[in-house]
């Protein structure tokens, strides 16, 4: 089923801010870690007729909605940057006939390995003006661990390519605590990513979640200490 959800409460309308969280569903490969909603892009795949649904439970929200005013869109998934530009942009601009945009953000989750600079210049001309962008790490060895499709140079390429079709609004997500990793080689990962003077680094802790492949075959990971 689809999954849309409009972060409100009819019961304080008009204290919290309206957002909208549109679920793009599949990856080009399910990561052994990933305990999300996810699926690998089979023959299955069916990008017009998920849209359409996407569409349709979009009006359904909207009946029940109090509020006119939507300030935000998050794209998340999987890997929203497998839809085409021209589905992105056609939920937005459904979202904007339903609703007024305040200075709003809109945001895409994209993933190396899925960056092509024509496909990055659709996306903001469809309206996306925030990447988050799942590097993880730069370093080959730990990104093979993590059942990464990209490797360090495509990450780089892919913040570069961010930046060439004019995103000035981008995250960068870093993980640690991963298999064999270092304290210095998860600083090396920060100081890569700082580099590239983006906005924001999100930096999490590689956990092990139940329903996963690292659950059934759980990968040695640092001490805690060393975590810490």
């Not at 023959?43 to 569409?55: G, I």
């Not at 359904?60 to 939507?70: D, F, G, I, M, R």
């Amino acid at each position: 089923m689809p999954l849309f959800s409009l972060g409100s409460l009819s019961s304080v309308q008009h204290t919290i801010p309206l957002s909208l969280y549109v679920h793009i569903p599949w990856c080009v490969k399910k990561c052994p870690y990933c305990d999300f909603n996810s699926f690998e892009k089979n023959r299955f795949f069916d990008e017009e007729k998920y849209l359409q649904a996407l569409l349709t439970d979009l009006d359904q929200e909207y009946k029940s909605c109090q509020h006119n005013t939507l300030n935000s869109i998050f794209f998340g998934g999987g890997t929203p940057s497998l839809f085409s530009a021209d589905s992105i942009y056609k939920i937005i601009d459904h979202a904007r006939q339903l609703f007024k945009f305040n200075n709003i953000e809109i945001t895409l989750e994209a993933n190396p390995g899925t960056f092509e600079q024509e496909k990055f210049n659709n996306f903001k001309e469809a309206g996306i003006n925030r990447l988050s962008i799942g590097i993880q790490s730069f370093n080959d060895t730990h990104l093979k661990a993590l059942g990464r499709i990209h490797d360090k140079q495509q990450a780089i390429s892919a913040i570069e390519t961010a930046k060439n079709a004019g995103f000035e609004n981008i995250n960068l997500d870093l993980m640690f605590g991963l298999p064999d990793q270092s304290i210095q080689q998860a600083l090396n990962d920060i100081t890569i990513a700082a580099e590239y003077n983006v906005q924001h680094i999100s930096h999490y802790q590689l956990t092990i979640e139940e329903n996963t492949y690292f659950h059934k075959h759980k990968p040695v990971l640092p001490e805690n200490d060393l975590i810490w």
